[in-house]
Structure formats: structure tokens, C-alpha cells
């Protein structure tokens, strides 16, 4: 009896036994399988939105992109490293007097996307921090996991155990000392700033599903550097360091390329046809109120949305003096634009005010949207805004297109008020204005509503800001604008 009541106890606590060890082998299965990194090919910008803060003020100008996810974690991390710079200007702007506008300070921070697969992604932020007498340039990199919202680092990539902080520390080294652009003094101060420090001397890195990028930066030697290298590593190439659980693409390319970082959308080569951007026909004549509507800083995946679907409704068209790099993460809307009859204009890459930058750059920042905008559209830019309205006969020359203003500016983007933004326009509104709205705040897109609502009532007629010129130009009565080919 006895003995029978042990085997029972016996028999149950075996299968309860059993049972433990199958939870844990599913368990370490599991945890072994979700551990898995994966790499893909992914479109970079899946996913991911770009968010702006563009403050200008008489002390300060900044411009400011930086990228959302879909993990709020991830969201407040970026959002607060981009406060500290706001702060950092805000406060050493605090007590200082600009003679003129060339005087004040500039804050211009800008991104790029290096991709893992769809959960693991790099921001890449270049800060670029300046005032008349200095320029300061940092390379910033983040790197999150948007599944767990966790920053990650080379360890999460590279097995501990292994010795990868030397061999990539070899392959830097030999990358900077084949580098021409690099001068021997430069040279110098990287190759003992990594033999000291090792990993920490790399200004930052990124990950993508091909290889990895270690990023120097020759601004933290003198400010008369101005340089970022990027340094490539192909995962390939250090395979035998990678932890277990990557699966990484099998990509060959031993050589590391010279990158410097340069960022924009791409420039592709120059398509033939010359299309400009289709306008409806609007029969206009001499007795008709004219006004274009245009909105800068754009476009915003939210509020320009919103104001295509108006004018839609209301069979309207507007101007959109669009950013550069926002074009990408955005290129429905501008085909959504084109639809509606809508004219797209260039304000630039990136906000840069060209009276400020060397004549490469300027060219830079206004050819690359030209370009990209083609690329998406089919369609020629045909007028261009310079950030902040600011030109001179040299910008002119090399933008070479017409340049368009504005002459009404409610201030929007200041007031952040729709009725009183509202009534800044309406109060001062004649035939022939062109109205300075921001299509990146709500608040401008709710009074651009109530704008169109009111204007419609005194019947006014809408117009693209090259239909308004070419209208200014020739004053021909009954002027007829045609899809031009
Ligand atoms: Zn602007």
C-alpha cells in the first residue's frame, strides 16, 4: 500500500517534470528564435516620417528635421537629444544682439536612415551649429530597435567574446590612412585617438543590411575641418565576429569606399522632356480677383494632406514651395499635387540660407530638388523660394529660374492661431496677393480653410503663383492657362 502510494507520487512528480523541462526547452526555443536579427531589403523611409521645427527668430534661425516611428519610446528618446539643441541655442542666444540678419546664429540639423530589416533602424543626425565667426559641425548616431524601442550598439551586432573592437579598429585605421583627403595631420590625431580609445574614438556608426558605417568626424580635431568620413564595413568581411543569431546578407565587397556624407535624395540624371506643372484651364478676366495661395516648409504627411483634400473639394489650386528632404517620405502627396493642378515650387534641400553658404552648396540644395522632384513628378520646377525670402544678384544668377515671394505673411508659423491667422490675411488681402502659409502646423492648414472659405465668398479666383506671374507680365484680358508641354 505503501509502496503504491510512492510509485504514484513517484509517477506525478515525473510528469510534472515532464512538463517543466518541455516549458523550457519552448521557452529558450523562443527566445532563441525571437532573438534572431534577420537582415532584409527594406525601403529605408517604411514606416517613418520626418517631423520639423523650423524656429526663426532675430537672433536665431534654425531648421530642424528628425524622424518619427511607430514606437513612442523611440519617439521621446529623438525628441528629447533634439530639445537639448534647441535649449543649447535658445540660451546662448540669451543676451545677444544681431547687427543684421547675416550676424545671427544658425542651427541646421539633418538625418539619413540606415536600415537593418524593418524592426532595426540608424538614424544618422548631422548638426551643424554656427554664428558669423564660427562653424561647428557633429556627426550624431542613434540606433534603435522600433519592436523593443531599445538603443542598440555594436555589441548587440558583434560577439563580446571575440576580439571585433581590434579588427575594426585595423579597418579603420587603414581606411583613414588611404584616404587622400585626409592630411597628415589629420591622419595623426585619428590613428592615436584610436589606438588610446579604441571603439569610442569612432564618432558614431550605423547599421544597414549590408554593412555596417563608422562615421569620423574631423570638425572635433579644428574648426577648420569641415569634413564627415564614412567608413564602410561589409558584414561579410567579419563574419567569423558576428554573433550567433545574425543572418546577414551575403554581400562581397571587400573594398571600404570614401563616402563623405553627403546628404540629399539623389541626383539622377537630367530626363529630356521638359514638362511644366499642369494647370487647369482658368479663363481670367481683367474684372476677376486673383490670389495664389502658397505653403512652404512642406510637405507634412498629416496637414498637407489635409489641405489637398480641401482644395480637391473645392477645385482649387495652390502653390507648394516644397523641402528636399522631405520628398521621399512624401512622394504621393506631390503626386497628388500634380492631379489637382497644383504647382510645386523649390525652397531648397534642407532650409540652408543660401546668402550664407559657398556657391556649390547653393547650387546643391536647389538642383537636387529640382531633380527629385522631376524624378517623382515627370514635371519641371518652374519658380523657386529661397529659404527665409533671403537672395542676392549672385543667388539669383545661379538658382536661375524666377524667384517668387510673397506679400502677405500672417506669421503662421509664430501666431500658431487659425482666427487670427485668418484675419492678418483677410485684412490686407487685394487682388494679386500672394499669401505666405506653412503646410507643417495644423493650425495654418485650419485657417487656410476658413481663408479659402471667405475668399470664395468675395470671389476671388485661385491661382499657382507662375499662372499669378505670367498674368502680372502680359495682363491680357481673358489669359487662358494651358497644360504646357
Ligand atoms: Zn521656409
Known amino acids: 500500500m505503501i509502496n503504491k502510494t510512492f510509485n504514484y507520487i513517484n509517477q506525478k512528480l515525473l510528469i510534472i517534470i515532464f512538463i517543466f523541462c518541455i516549458i523550457i526547452v519552448c521557452i529558450s526555443l523562443i527566445t532563441v528564435y525571437s532573438s534572431r536579427i534577420i537582415f532584409t ?76 530589416n524593418k524592426d532595426i533602424v540608424s538614424f544618422i543626425f ?16 542613434k540606433n534603435f530597435n522600433l519592436k523593443s524601442g531599445k538603443e542598440l550598439t555594436l555589441d548587440d551586432f558583434f560577439d563580446k567574446g571575440s576580439d571585433y573592437s ?22 595623426n590625431w585619428f590613428v592615436d585617438d584610436i589606438t588610446n580609445s579604441s571603439l569610442n574614438s569612432f564618432d558614431g556608426y550605423a547599421f544597414t543590411n549590408t554593412h555596417l558605417s563608422v562615421y569620423f568626424n574631423s570638425n572635433k580635431l579644428s574648426s577648420s575641418y569641415n569634413e564627415i568620413y564614412e ?28 563616402v563623405s556624407l553627403n546628404i540629399d535624395n539623389g541626383i539622377e540624371d537630367d530626363i529630356e ?11 481670367i478676366t481683367n474684372n476677376d480677383k486673383v490670389i495664389a495661395l502658397t505653403f512652404d516648409d512642406g510637405p507634412h504627411y498629416i496637414y498637407t ?33 500634380v492631379d489637382l493642378g497644383c504647382e510645386i515650387g523649390n525652397h531648397s534641400l534642407s532650409h540652408k540660407q543660401l546668402t550664407n553658404i559657398r556657391d556649390k552648396e547653393v547650387i546643391n540644395q536647389i538642383e537636387t530638388v529640382n531633380k527629385s522632384i522631376k524624378r517623382i513628378t515627370g514635371y ?34 509664430k501666431s500658431k492661431d487659425p482666427e487670427k491667422i485668418k484675419q492678418n490675411v483677410l485684412s490686407n488681402v487685394k487682388s494679386g496677393s500672394i499669401i505666405l502659409m506653412h503646410d507643417i502646423y495644423e493650425t495654418s492648414v485650419d485657417a487656410s480653410i476658413m481663408i479659402i472659405d471667405e475668399l470664395l465668398k468675395q470671389g476671388y ?3 499657382t503663383v507662375s499662372q499669378m506671374l505670367e498674368l502680372q507680365d502680359t495682363n491680357t484680358n481673358g489669359k487662358i492657362f494651358t497644360h504646357k508641354k
Open 41 to 116: 531589403e527594406i525601403d529605408r523611409f517604411e514606416g517613418i516620417e520626418i517631423e520639423t521645427v523650423m524656429n526663426t527668430c532675430e537672433k536665431y534661425n534654425a531648421a530642424i528635421y528628425y524622424p518619427t516611428t511607430e514606437n513612442n519610446l523611440v519617439n521621446r528618446k529623438i525628441k528629447s537629444f533634439i530639445d537639448t539643441y534647441i535649449k543649447r541655442i535658445e540660451n546662448d542666444t540669451k543676451y545677444f544682439i544681431p547687427n543684421d540678419d547675416n550676424d545671427k546664429f544658425n542651427l541646421l540639423i539633418e538625418y539619413e536612415i540606415g536600415r537593418v
Open 461 to 463: 479666383k485661385f491661382l
Open 305 to 337: 494632406d489635409k489641405i489637398l483634400k480641401y482644395l480637391g473639394k473645392k477645385n482649387l489650386v495652390a502653390t507648394f514651395f516644397v523641402l528636399g528632404n522631405r520628398l521621399e517620405y512624401n512622394k504621393e502627396l506631390l503626386i497628388r499635387m
Open 380 to 413: 519641371d520646377i518652374r519658380a523657386v523660394r529661397p529659404p527665409y525670402g533671403l537672395s542676392n544678384t549672385k543667388i539669383q544668377k545661379l538658382i536661375n529660374k524666377p524667384i517668387v515671394l510673397w506679400n502677405i505673411d500672417p506669421q503662421d508659423w
Open 273 to 283: 522632356n521638359n514638362l511644366y506643372f499642369p494647370a487647369f484651364n482658368i479663363n
Open 126 to 141: 548631422v548638426i551643424n551649429y554656427s554664428n558669423k565667426t564660427a562653424s561647428d559641425t557633429e556627426i550624431i548616431t
Open 166 to 187: 581590434s579588427v575594426l579598429c585595423r579597418k579603420a585605421i587603414e581606411f583613414l590612412q588611404s584616404n587622400k583627403e585626409i592630411n597628415d595631420k589629420q591622419l
Open 231 to 258: 567608413f564602410k564595413v561589409y558584414w561579410d568581411d567579419v563574419k567569423e565576429f558576428l554573433k550567433k543569431n545574425i543572418y546577414y546578407n551575403d554581400v562581397h565587397n571587400p573594398e571600404s569606399k570614401s
